[in-house]
């Protein structure tokens, strides 16, 4: 089983910038594709960036240019740097850790709230 804890989420701004964090409990982290999602109130899940075990990013169209997903496999722990932020942003943050087979290896966090407000 493989445990992820999310934080750094919080109220800021618009325009401003958070960084959330993501620690995984597991020995091969760094097999693992790692992603951020988000839900909105009202709204469905949606996906908001993956990284994979190469360390290639992919960026929901929303966020391309203004969000970086990064990991760091010594620490065991994924990265979501968040800049020039808009209300639209806000939501809970999900991490989300997954190997081959999915239907075997999908695990979820528990989330963080960001709130993007003046």
């Known amino acids: 089983q493989v445990q992820l804890v999310e934080s750094g989420g919080g109220l800021v701004q618009p325009g401003g910038s958070l960084r959330l964090s993501c620690a995984a409990s597991?020995?091969?982290?760094?097999?693992?594709?790692m992603a951020w999602y988000r839900q909105a109130p009202g709204k469905q899940r949606e996906l908001v960036a993956t990284?994979?075990?190469?360390?290639?990013?992919t960026y929901a169209p929303s966020v391309s240019g203004r969000f970086t997903i990064s990991r760091d496999n010594a620490k065991n722990t994924v990265y979501l740097q968040m800049d020039s932020l808009k209300p639209e942003d806000t939501a809970v943050y999900y991490c989300?850790?997954?190997?081959?087979?999915?239907?075997?290896?999908?695990?979820w966090g528990q989330g963080t709230q960001v709130t993007v407000s003046s």
């Open positions: 989300n850790a997954y190997a081959w087979p999915r239907t075997m290896n999908d695990y």
């Open positions: 597991v020995i091969t982290f760094s097999t693992y594709t």
């Open positions: 990284i994979s075990s190469s360390s290639t990013a």
